[in-house]
């Protein structure tokens, strides 16, 4: 019992463990979302267009969550702005702001005299470095999530599954779609502070895209998202205490496994349950009894 628990006595595993409790919840609120309006792509391409913001504003001494914002609201204008052109789909829009921005970004930090130090911390972030003030700041992030989710549930619900009955309701679908991308930057850039531009991502869909094989109703996909994003963010810790791993790394890679644990065992219970039950006489294989 001691050894579970003790990693947890350390002052800064226990700063990670708030601030990756905290993550999860903004995560929670906004991936199950991302996962049902189809999202997915602009939430990857997002956590990686973080890098100029964050390489300038290292650049200048400012803060890099801010500069993680900055960056990810101007990929969002520059989508949103773009999502209606007749020329090219909405997937080539991304790509070609993922790829830009990227690349804007590596050619900051490849000016930085520590370019492989800083590199490597923008990139995988460091959830061990997390200071009080950092943990504020995602509390605030989180409150602002939630409130405007509460907020804007029944416009986010009408938005994913039916956008021209939204309008015909007059909940002005253009207004929540610009909300959320507005929390989807949110979310990105807190999360940036804990598991870098890279890993982002991955707390951001694995949870939620986990809790969508056990739940169904949407409040019960973000209790589901916060719970197994938690639980990934305690285990993800406990393992790089004992194997030496990077944190932030290992938090993520919990995540994702604990989804294919979750569908493997749901891939297993219906070939068991297919298996077990009998087979309608009516479907029944033929045989060749009373052939010639």
């Known amino acids: 019992m001691s050894s579970l628990v003790e ?3 350390v002052s800064f595993v ?15 609120l906004v991936g199950v979302w991302v996962i049902a309006r189809g999202m997915t792509f602009l939430g990857e391409a997002m956590s990686h267009g973080m890098l100029p913001g964050v390489a300038i504003a290292s650049i200048l001494g400012g803060n890099l969550v801010v500069g993680a914002a900055a960056s990810a609201f101007a990929m969002a204008a520059g989508v949103n702005a773009l999502r209606h052109s007749r020329e090219f789909g909405r997937d ?12 804007v970004g590596v050619i900051i930090v490849s000016h930085s005299r520590s370019f492989a130090t800083d590199l490597t911390a923008f990139l995988f972030g460091d959830v061990l470095a997390i200071r009080w003030s950092d943990l504020v700041m ?13 907020a804007c549930y029944r416009p986010f619900l009408a938005l994913t599954f039916d956008p021209r009955k939204a309008r015909t309701l007059g909940l002005r679908p253009d207004l929540a779609n610009a909300a959320m991308l507005a929390l989807l930057t949110i979310t ?4 940036f502070s804990v598991v870098g531009t890279l890993l982002a991502f991955g707390m951001l869909i694995a949870p939620s895209a986990a809790a969508m ?3 169904r109703r949407l409040p019960a996909l973000m209790l589901a998202s916060f719970l197994i994003g938690s639980a990934a963010t305690v285990v ?8 030496a791993t ?3 790394a290992t938090i993520a890679a919990v995540t994702v496994l604990i989804f294919f644990t979750i569908l493997g065992a749901r891939w297993v219970t219906t070939e068991v349950w297919r298996l077990r039950s009998p087979v309608p006489a009516s479907v029944a294989t033929p045989t060749l009894e009373g052939r010639p």
Do not use: K
């Open 7 to 9: 990693p947890f006595t």
């Open 14 to 28: 226990v700063r990670a463990l708030v601030g990756g409790v905290l993550l999860a919840g903004a995560c929670a």
């Open 213 to 215: 094989l056990v739940a």
């Open 188 to 191: 990105m850039a807190v999360a």
């Open 138 to 150: 995602l509390g605030v992030a989180v409150a602002v999530v939630a409130t405007v989710t509460a």
């Open 92 to 103: 080539t829009t991304i790509g070609l702001l993922f790829v830009g921005m990227l690349s």
């Open 246 to 248: 990077a944190a932030g």
């Open 236 to 243: 993800g810790l406990w393992i790089s205490w004992y194997a």
